[in-house]
């Protein structure tokens, strides 16, 4: 049994992340294939089980070496009933049994999450959460996300929006429009192109600032281009960090008050900017974190970058068949 | 079997609810006795003991007919170990193990979990939550606690500290001070407390009030004399309660877009203001939540009242009795 292995999938809209997990969690293998969206996703399940088939005859190993699949999948989902609620991108119609799909695609058992849940769940067992029950993840992406896990399990929602974490309100008057209808939403503040924004705000106030120069070299900048120059003393980029720190630290502080989880992990590209990020977070968070848990609830960097994903979604299969 | 009662116990600073319950939540006989601090608080579970066997007496019953007893205690549980962490006002040392000494008490198996918690499990079970497995109950009274179910467990946190909902920050600068050390805790807004000051900031700017009358017949007023000006259009009473609205719905929104729980349940004293108090709480959650939660976390004011704590405490032990 130990040696066989599960397949951990995760889906996005331009590409599909595969692995090959073994019960302990070691990656004996990952690769990518292209998501192809076209006949309303009907390709998607079967381009999977053909990469898996691909993938073994390559490795010289048969399908029964596999013990089953577990998928992340962007959207809300319904882990019982095993579909996809909506998804804007992938040609899906609403409620989708993307379950019973892969189940037929693969013959192997299946279970679906949502992909930031799946990475959550990836953090749990082999990241920063270090086996915690109670985790709370963050990514902090071109958009934010987050997972739950209270007890170790994912808490989904009533409508499979738990963990919304970036559409908590930061900014309750006057804040920037969100693409979700609301405005001043943590995304509109945390995420890269929430980062630019502010950015580009302090830019506009005419304040001096090296990110003149990349945009003079380049016609642009990123959120790393502005950690990079608050590591440089920009006062003008440490503006736009101290208002990042602000609201992060703020938000996660009313969600541990909430949860008191043993870790909050931040994830995603823009928690590779490292300490320069999660110092200031962390004063702010113990800034407005009650007492008892300000001296629990730590905060950490996910350690396992895009592997999260397909080691949360294994997990998954691996959960359900021993229980 | 089901003709069986269970013990439901809610422990306060100065009483003690006691309650005999069946099966199905139905309360036979409920009563009160004096909490007795003294000695360490070691007369406590005695005491307890003593007017369950007096009670049985007085109802014609023997000890037979229970089938286990459960407890809400103030302050931090671990629930698992069934220990009390630390309680200020009942004489116990920190860490006291009081599933144990309530079964040496008692010869009765026990269990023992946050007050706030307990009342969330009775709504959960007989009150607003009717059944609901992911539910947020605020209670809003003195002060303002919480407790969370994810999945028909309560969520403890790694330091007992879930569900501190009261010490969530509702305005991060310049709030007023907060018993916990921090300052502008949700309960410095939304507790009957709270109410008031937030009245007498408001009257001390010398706008006119019908509550002024109230201070010149009573010298002093409640919060439920500022719903009731309110419900009069006092506009400086419709402000305060548009302050406390705001605060409450914006707090509850971004707990509810990080568990998109079915309902949040307002209970305690000051939810007895009833829809005055609720219609503008939802209509600032609205506002702030994340249309998927929007569309399906219901608010709704607890039913249960008094009752919550036993029936909570009652569920609990029936819960691990079943597992």
Redesign the interface.
């Known amino acids: 049994m130990s040696k066989k292995w599960i397949v951990g999938v995760d889906l996005g809209g331009t590409t599909t992340k595969l692995a090959f997990i073994t019960n302990d969690g070691e990656i004996i293998h990952k690769w990518e294939i292209p998501t192809d969206n076209a006949n309303e996703g009907k390709n998607i399940t079967i381009n999977i089980a053909k990469a898996i088939d691909e993938k073994l005859k390559e490795l010289g190993q048969t399908k029964d070496n596999l013990i089953g699949i577990g998928m992340g999948a962007p959207g809300?989902v319904n882990y019982e009933k095993g579909i996809v609620l909506n998804v804007v991108n992938l040609g899906w119609p609403n409620n989708y049994p993307l379950k019973d799909s892969l189940e037929t695609a693969t013959l192997l058992p299946a279970a679906i999450e949502n992909d930031a849940n799946c990475a959550a769940l990836g953090e749990m067992w082999m990241g920063a959460g270090n086996g915690?029950k109670?985790l709370?993840c963050v990514t902090l992406g071109t958009g934010v996300g987050?997972g739950?896990i209270?007890?170790g399990?994912v808490?989904?929602?009533?409508?499979?929006?738990?963990?919304?974490?970036g559409?908590?309100?930061a900014i309750?008057f006057g804040g920037a429009p969100c693409n979700?209808?609301?405005t001043g939403c943590l995304e509109t503040v945390a995420s890269a192109t929430g980062i630019v924004r502010l950015a580009r705000m302090e830019l506009a106030k005419g304040s001096p600032s090296e990110l003149t120069d990349k945009i003079a070299e380049n016609g642009t900048f990123t959120a790393k281009d502005v950690f990079d120059a608050a590591r440089n003393r920009d006062e003008l980029a440490q503006t736009v960090l101290n208002e990042v720190s602000?609201h992060l630290g703020?938000?996660l502080?009313?969600?541990a008050?909430?949860?008191?989880?043993?870790k909050i992990v931040l994830g995603g590209g823009v928690s590779k900017a490292g300490d320069i990020l999660l110092n200031p977070v962390k004063s702010n968070f113990e800034?407005?974190a009650?007492?008892?848990?300000r001296?629990?609830?730590k905060l950490a960097l996910a350690t396992l970058g895009n592997d999260a994903g397909v080691l949360g979604a294994a997990w998954l299969i691996k959960n359900q068949l021993n229980q």
Chains 1, 2 share one sequence.
């Open positions: 809300p915690a109670d709370v987050g739950v209270a007890g399990k808490v989904q929602g009533i409508n499979g929006a738990a963990g919304e974490i559409h908590i309100t309750p979700c209808g609301k602000f703020f938000v502080a009313s969600i008050n909430t949860l008191n989880p043993e800034q407005f009650f007492s008892a848990v001296d629990s609830t």
